[in-house]
């Protein structure tokens, strides 16, 4: 699939022209078209007459309804996509506004990061759209495999993405780490999109394959180099020149193989099994596991000299647990996908629901948010509620207690500081929800968290 970031058309509706002319300028600058128009009215104007990839709304429009807009923009047959930002929108609005078919609700506008990285969703699910009615992008590549992207709000993915998105133009050898079900998979193809290498995007799970029919997996083989090899057969390293190669569960691979992949990586040529050519390939890799990779060093089941050769840049994808600011966006994201893909309509979502899916652990992680808002899809009939979350979700409690550890004598100042911080992650990073247990107002608490990082 072609890279969406950077290129396109943003249309910015705003009232406030000061506001949108600072989101203008903060994403202009890497290469997207930006309009502004001052009324919903007026934007609906625009985008039937004009091609606009991407709208940004601010949620305080006042000659329509925010509905009314997203329902005209349906209505018009009208294949952007739409993003909408504000500081005082409810968790109800959110959840309608993303069955409606929203892409990202921004709650701070002021955060470019958080602003580019929403339109890099925005564009990809734009290029989804226009993608189905031919079934490729402009480039000939199947949109079906990434329609979902790495979704996020939370600061600890953002600064995740913004490391990744400095080393994908750069050629080393990446290893993401972190729990199963993650999405290191949709980490790696993010990073290879943002690359721009114009080879395949591969991956291979070396958990799933025999050790016998590994190494031809990887480096093909020659007619006759075993039983049943009746031809020559290139592997994922000829397969993904010019592009980018995945091994998930890398800690899997046998020692033997192991020592191969290392020549490989150093040499860039692969030769086939049962073959003595050399084959030249320019492969950027990408490693995952779930796998304690240093302790398996130690224990002598990984090579050392390969773990620090595909450790040069290393990615640690964090649980799910850990960033509950995400799961909103995530749920209704991955719920709107369930029902594309299922041909169903979207189910109304309590927002009980939703608070209630933040304060679950997900030892599946992602994985298993994704299987449980297929299930839920497939048996609600109009509304989803709380009756409808399987029976581990009753034993959820709605607030989690933690202890904070300081060693005294502090400035005022910095225990202050530590306790907004730790009562931020117990409440996945709701600013209301923290001001709220703090007994301080929102603004009071914007204030402090602003004065603390200067």
């Given at each position: 699939?072609?890279?969406?970031?950077g290129?396109?058309?943003?249309?910015?509706?705003?009232?406030?022209?000061?506001?949108?002319?600072?989101?203008?300028?903060?994403?202009?600058?890497?290469?997207?078209?930006?309009?502004?128009?001052?009324?919903?009215?007026?934007?609906?104007?625009?985008?039937k007459?004009?091609?606009?990839?991407?709208?940004?709304?601010?949620?305080?429009?006042?000659?329509?309804?925010?509905?009314?807009?997203?329902?005209?923009?349906?209505?018009?047959?009208?294949?952007?996509?739409?993003?909408?930002?504000?500081?005082?929108?409810?968790?109800?609005?959110a959840?309608?506004?993303?069955?409606?078919?929203?892409?990202d609700?921004?709650?701070?506008?002021?955060?470019?990061?958080?602003?580019?990285?929403?339109?890099?969703?925005?564009?990809?699910?734009?290029?989804?759209?226009?993608?189905?009615?031919?079934?490729?992008?402009?480039?000939?590549?199947?949109?079906?495999?990434?329609?979902?992207?790495?979704?996020?709000?939370?600061?600890?993915?953002?600064?995740?993405?913004?490391?990744?998105s400095?080393v994908?133009?750069?050629?080393?050898?990446?290893?993401?780490?972190?729990?199963?079900?993650?999405?290191?998979?949709?980490?790696?193809?993010?990073?290879?999109?943002?690359?721009?290498?114009?080879?395949?995007?591969?991956?291979?799970?070396?958990?799933?394959?025999?050790?016998?029919?590994l190494?031809?997996?990887?480096?093909?083989?020659?007619?006759?180099?075993?039983?049943?090899?009746?031809a020559?057969?290139?592997?994922?390293?000829?397969?993904?020149d010019?592009?980018?190669?995945?091994?998930?569960?890398?800690?899997?691979?046998?020692?033997?193989?192991?020592?191969?992949?290392?020549?490989?990586?150093?040499?860039?040529?692969?030769?086939?099994?049962?073959?003595?050519?050399?084959?030249?390939?320019?492969?950027?890799?990408?490693?995952?596991?779930?796998?304690?990779?240093?302790?398996?060093?130690?224990?002598?089941?990984?090579?050392?000299?390969?773990?620090?050769?595909?450790?040069?840049?290393?990615?640690?994808i964090?649980?799910?647990?850990?960033?509950?600011?995400?799961?909103?966006l995530?749920?209704?994201?991955?719920?709107?996908?369930?029902?594309?893909?299922?041909?169903?309509s979207?189910?109304?979502?309590?927002?009980?629901?939703?608070e209630?899916?933040?304060?679950y652990?997900w030892?599946?992680?992602?994985?298993?948010?994704?299987?449980?808002?297929?299930?839920?899809?497939?048996?609600?009939?109009?509304?989803?509620?709380?009756?409808?979350?399987p029976?581990?979700?009753?034993?959820?409690?709605?607030?989690?207690?933690?202890?904070?550890?300081?060693?005294?004598?502090?400035?005022?100042?910095?225990?202050?500081?530590?306790?907004?911080?730790?009562?931020?992650?117990?409440?996945?990073?709701?600013?209301?929800?923290?001001?709220?247990?703090l007994?301080?107002?929102?603004?009071?608490?914007?204030?402090?968290?602003?004065?603390?990082?200067?």
């Amino acid at each position: 699939m072609a890279t969406i970031l950077g290129r396109g058309t943003v249309l910015f509706v705003d009232a406030d022209n000061s506001r949108a002319s600072g989101m203008r300028a903060a994403v202009s600058s890497i290469g997207y078209n930006c309009t502004i128009e001052n009324s919903a009215r007026s934007a609906l104007r625009r985008v039937k007459s004009r091609s606009v990839n991407v709208i940004v709304a601010s949620s305080e429009l006042t000659d329509l309804y925010m509905d009314t807009f997203l329902e005209s923009l349906s209505r018009a047959n009208v294949n952007s996509s739409v993003v909408i930002y504000g500081k005082n929108i409810t968790a109800c609005e959110a959840i309608t506004w993303m069955r409606a078919g929203v892409v990202d609700i921004l709650l701070d506008p002021s955060d470019s990061a958080a602003l580019k990285n929403a339109l890099q969703s925005a564009f990809t699910r734009s290029s989804t759209i226009r993608g189905k009615k031919t079934g490729q992008t402009k480039d000939g590549s199947d949109t079906s495999e990434h329609s979902s992207q790495m979704l996020y709000r939370s600061r600890t993915m953002s600064d995740l993405m913004k490391k990744a998105s400095r080393v994908a133009p750069i050629k080393v050898t990446v290893l993401l780490s972190g729990e199963s079900g993650t999405g290191k998979d949709v980490l790696a193809r993010e990073i290879h999109i943002m690359s721009r290498r114009r080879g395949n995007y591969i991956a291979i799970n070396c958990a799933a394959i025999p050790e016998s029919l590994l190494e031809s997996e990887l480096f093909g083989n020659e007619r006759g180099a075993f039983t049943g090899a009746d031809a020559r057969r290139e592997g994922k390293f000829e397969a993904a020149d010019g592009g980018t190669l995945l091994l998930d569960e890398i800690g899997d691979m046998p020692l033997s193989i192991q020592a191969k992949l290392l020549r490989v990586l150093e040499e860039e040529k692969i030769t086939r099994l049962g073959g003595n050519m050399e084959v030249p390939v320019d492969v950027r890799l990408i490693a995952a596991t779930n796998r304690d990779l240093a302790k398996m060093v130690e224990r002598g089941t990984f090579r050392e000299d390969l773990y620090y050769r595909i450790k040069v840049i290393e990615l640690d994808i964090p649980p799910l647990r850990s960033r509950k600011s995400d799961i909103p966006l995530l749920a209704m994201s991955l719920l709107r996908q369930a029902a594309e893909k299922f041909g169903l309509s979207m189910p109304e979502v309590e927002p009980e629901v939703i608070e209630r899916l933040k304060t679950y652990r997900w030892p599946g992680n992602v994985r298993q948010l994704k299987n449980m808002m297929e299930s839920l899809l497939v048996t609600t009939e109009d509304s989803i509620t709380l009756d409808y979350l399987p029976t581990e979700f009753e034993r959820v409690q709605e607030e989690t207690c933690s202890t904070l550890e300081l060693c005294l004598p502090l400035a005022l100042s910095v225990v202050e500081a530590r306790v907004i911080k730790k009562t931020l992650d117990l409440t996945g990073g709701n600013r209301t929800k923290t001001a709220s247990l703090l007994g301080i107002g929102r603004r009071t608490l914007q204030r402090k968290l602003e004065s603390s990082s200067s």
